[in-house]
């Protein structure tokens, strides 16, 4: 297990159409968190993941953004209708519960919408 | 979780030590400092984390004041792959999950 791994790295879509990320974390780590980033300011928080179970969402996610972790493993977040405001990185990480062990953040997708 | 504040900007010398600041006054006892590194275009990197006590990793040391309001990252001997933002974030391993991210501090190592 190498780290968290994302899909695409980079997305160029046109405004109006439907786009998906996936992100598959490092595989002991229970917890799974999505950021966006857009450029010259710090992540933002989405929306976090323990297991299955979607804990908390950010105001920042639309009802057009959905995210899921089906089996507690991989997760998907779906952006509807897309925006050109929606062009970011979109960062998953992933972590344990217990301690204060850090994250572990992937490389991102870079979306692009034209 | 409390807010931190870092200077916007700085630069270093290569081969010289790079003392990055953090002020966290709000900071309460439960909460530990943590320090992020984001080079462009990869994700953040976790670079080391404390409580009360200094801390010492093979990436950085970090030292946190008696009264825990401020702290400095200390990259020991800075390379030009150590340019990047530095984040300084504290955060509540008990409770609020997330890691709120400020602006941080972009470092520029110089040839």
């Known amino acids: 297990d190498t780290g968290v791994s994302q899909d695409p790295r980079h997305k160029i879509t046109k405004r109006g159409q439907n786009v998906t990320f996936r992100c598959d974390p490092i595989?002991?780590?229970?917890?799974l968190y999505w950021y966006r980033q857009t450029l010259g300011q710090g992540p933002e928080f989405l929306t976090y993941?323990?297991?299955?179970?979607?804990?908390?969402k950010s105001r920042l996610l639309s009802d057009r953004f959905s995210a899921e972790r089906p089996k507690g493993s991989f997760s998907t977040l779906e952006i509807q209708r897309t925006e050109q405001g929606d062009s970011a990185m979109y960062l998953c990480?992933?972590?344990?519960?217990?301690?204060?062990?850090?994250?572990?953040f992937g490389s991102g997708t870079r979306l692009t919408v034209v | 979780d409390a807010k931190t504040t870092q200077p916007p900007s700085m630069d270093c010398a290569e081969g010289r030590a790079a003392n990055l600041p953090c002020n966290h006054s709000?900071?309460?006892?439960?909460?530990?400092v943590y320090w992020y590194r984001q080079i462009h275009s990869q994700g953040p990197q976790y670079i080391i984390h404390?409580?009360?006590n200094n801390e010492t990793n093979e990436m950085a040391s970090l030292i946190i004041t008696e009264d825990r309001k401020s702290s400095t990252l200390i990259l020991p001997h800075a390379t030009l792959r150590d340019t990047a933002v530095y984040y300084c974030?504290?955060?509540?391993?008990?409770?609020?999950?997330?890691?709120?991210f400020g602006q941080g501090t972009r470092l520029t190592i110089n040839p």
């Open positions: 595989s002991e780590h229970n917890r």
């Open positions: 993941f323990q297991n299955e179970a979607q804990l908390e």
């Open positions: 404390g409580l009360k």
């Open positions: 709000t900071i309460s006892g439960n909460e530990y």
């Open positions: 990480a992933s972590s344990l519960v217990t301690g204060s062990y850090g994250y572990t």
């Open positions: 974030i504290v955060r509540n391993s008990q409770g609020a999950q997330k890691l709120v």
